[in-house]
């Protein structure tokens, strides 16, 4: 699973934070590593300088082997904790969206 960061120029110590939004997304996504052939995180601060809450924008997309790409968009006080609501996020969609078709696998073999 490769991980890609993009994140505008408010962010700061970009490497640290890479290095955690790496470890994060690696953590949220694990038991679903073997089917994410990649994910996109786009880290942007929509007020810039000003202060305010949520602010900190995280969009996630995911890219699952032979399946249309998942995204999700979380927003938080700071980039750490928009980043882990976003994956704890993806991670609960994607797992959705594949028992959906393990479901609809099941009730089709059961019909033929």
């Not at 994060?24 to 089917?35: F, G, I, Q, Y």
């Not at 968009?73 to 991670?91: E, K, N």
Request: charged share 30%.
């Amino acid at each position: 699973m490769k991980i890609l960061i993009n994140a505008d120029k408010s962010v700061g110590d970009y490497d640290a934070l890479t290095v955690r939004v790496d470890g994060v997304v690696r953590a949220a996504l694990r038991h679903l590593s073997d089917r994410i052939t990649r994910v996109e995180v786009h880290l942007a601060d929509e007020n810039g300088a000003k202060e305010g809450g949520e602010d900190k924008r995280c969009m996630m997309e995911a890219r699952l082997e032979g399946r249309q790409p998942v995204a999700v968009t979380s927003h938080g006080d700071s980039f750490d904790a928009a980043v882990h609501d976003a994956a704890t996020s993806l991670a609960k969609t994607i797992d959705s969206a594949l028992a959906r078709v393990e479901a609809r696998r099941g009730t089709h073999d059961a019909n033929v």
